[in-house]
């Protein structure tokens, strides 16, 4: 069975994104203060991959990402492995995806009337191969050149291996996201670009989000536009901007609201005091159309998405009966 976007949003209206792989794998043990981050688990315990991923649509996700943000093959034959291996690497964290959401639909999913859930997979930027930090800064001072064939290669094995859609995410640069978009035209293949911005405005190299949403405008396969990786106080002030600069669905999937310091690569508690629920059930009514949650988020912030999702639909009822 394939599954769209588009199917997805005229089934359900709007669509519950999953949340951070990286902050479930440590929930279950895993050690990922290393370069290749959630890689490693991928590699070296790939069930835990599979576990995390049923974990989420067991949460009411509708939409899942695959285990491939840092997962770049410059990364990882820099710590030792063949160009092979990193191909089948990359390749692993598509069908991991797969299994995981056959097993969960014919264990549960089908049986409980729920939608079949969306492979995204999961396209980090330049910066998460630099593991520095450098997704919250952008300016990698590398050629247009270099940044297309860093991509291009991975994009190529994600498709093959069968996800249905290109996730482009947490990129800090306009002009990166512009590659991106021109290598999945050439590819013929649906995708998704999702910022990460410093401020309810700017990605963080600088550049407007609303300048960003019109230079993506004549790309026929951009399925979705939107921001993770966020502060989400900032998010609002995102969906507004995007709004009023294009017509695609938006997309957001911020942190919880901790912040993240890239020199100890540790997250610190945040001065957040609205809950996850309201701030999903807020970014709806404002218009975004797919709601998840990025790095510390798990579970339960999933869960209070879909409390805001529910929220939301029954209000548009009311809204349409009263009309």
Same mark, same amino acid.
């Given at each position: 069975?394939?599954?769209?976007?588009?199917?997805?949003?005229?089934?359900?209206?709007?669509?519950?994104?999953?949340?951070?792989?990286?902050s479930?794998?440590?929930?279950l043990?895993?050690?990922?203060?290393?370069?290749?981050?959630?890689?490693?688990?991928?590699?070296?315990?790939?069930?835990?991959?599979?576990?995390?991923?049923?974990?989420?649509?067991?949460?009411?996700a509708?939409?899942?990402?695959?285990?491939?943000?840092?997962?770049?093959?410059p990364?990882?034959?820099?710590?030792?492995? /063949?160009?092979? %291996?990193?191909?089948?690497?990359?390749?692993?964290?598509?069908? &991991?995806? @797969? #299994? !995981?959401?056959? +097993?969960?639909?014919?264990?549960?999913?089908?049986?409980?009337?729920?939608?079949?859930?969306?492979?995204?997979?999961?396209?980090?930027?330049?910066g998460?191969?630099?593991?520095?930090?450098?997704?919250?800064?952008?300016?990698?001072?590398? /050629?247009?050149? %270099?940044?297309?064939?860093?991509?291009?290669?991975?994009?190529? &094995?994600? @498709? #093959? !291996?069968?996800? +249905?859609?290109?996730?482009?995410?947490?990129?800090?640069s306009?002009?990166?996201?512009?590659?991106?978009a021109?290598?999945?035209?050439?590819?013929?293949?649906?995708?998704?670009?999702?910022?990460s911005?410093?401020d309810g405005?700017?990605?963080?190299?600088?550049?407007?989000?609303i300048?960003?949403?019109?230079?993506?405008?004549?790309?026929?396969?951009?399925?979705?536009?939107?921001?993770?990786?966020?502060?989400?106080t900032?998010?609002?002030?995102?969906?507004?901007?995007?709004?009023?600069?294009?017509?695609?669905?938006?997309?957001?999937?911020?942190?919880?609201g901790?912040?993240?310091?890239?020199?100890?690569?540790t997250?610190?508690?945040?001065?957040?005091?609205?809950?996850?629920?309201?701030?999903?059930?807020?970014?709806?009514?404002?218009?975004?159309?797919?709601?998840?949650?990025?790095?510390?988020?798990?579970?339960?912030?999933?869960?209070?998405?879909?409390l805001?999702?529910?929220?939301?639909?029954?209000?548009?009822?009311?809204?349409?009966?009263?009309?």
């Amino acid at each position: 069975m394939k599954q769209t976007i588009d199917q997805i949003l005229k089934d359900n209206t709007v669509m519950v994104v999953d949340g951070s792989m990286s902050s479930a794998l440590e929930a279950l043990g895993c050690n990922l203060s290393n370069k290749l981050w959630t890689a490693t688990v991928l590699i070296e315990n790939p069930e835990l991959v599979k576990e995390v991923h049923k974990y989420y649509f067991r949460a009411g996700a509708n939409c899942g990402i695959t285990c491939s943000y840092q997962a770049s093959i410059p990364g990882l034959m820099a710590v030792g492995y /063949s160009e092979k %291996e990193a191909e089948d690497y990359i390749r692993l964290s598509v069908k &991991l995806f @797969l #299994e !995981a959401r056959d +097993e969960w639909w014919e264990e549960e999913g089908k049986k409980a009337n729920c939608t079949y859930p969306i492979c995204l997979a999961s396209v980090g930027p330049y910066g998460a191969y630099l593991a520095d930090g450098s997704e919250y800064k952008g300016n990698y001072h590398v /050629s247009d050149e %270099e940044l297309y064939h860093f991509h291009k290669r991975r994009m190529e &094995l994600l @498709l #093959e !291996a069968g996800a +249905e859609v290109l996730l482009c995410e947490t990129d800090p640069s306009l002009p990166e996201a512009l590659i991106e978009a021109k290598i999945c035209e050439e590819l013929n293949a649906d995708f998704i670009i999702s910022f990460s911005c410093r401020d309810g405005l700017h990605t963080y190299e600088g550049q407007s989000i609303i300048t960003c949403a019109e230079s993506l405008k004549d790309f026929p396969h951009l399925k979705m536009i939107g921001v993770n990786c966020t502060y989400p106080t900032y998010i609002e002030s995102l969906i507004t901007a995007l709004k009023s600069a294009t017509d695609l669905p938006i997309i957001v999937y911020p942190n919880s609201g901790e912040v993240y310091d890239p020199k100890t690569k540790t997250w610190s508690k945040g001065k957040e005091d609205v809950s996850f629920e309201d701030y999903a059930y807020l970014w709806f009514k404002c218009g975004a159309k797919a709601v998840g949650g990025c790095c510390t988020t798990v579970d339960k912030h999933i869960k209070q998405v879909v409390l805001a999702k529910n929220r939301y639909l029954k209000d548009l009822s009311i809204k349409k009966i009263s009309l």
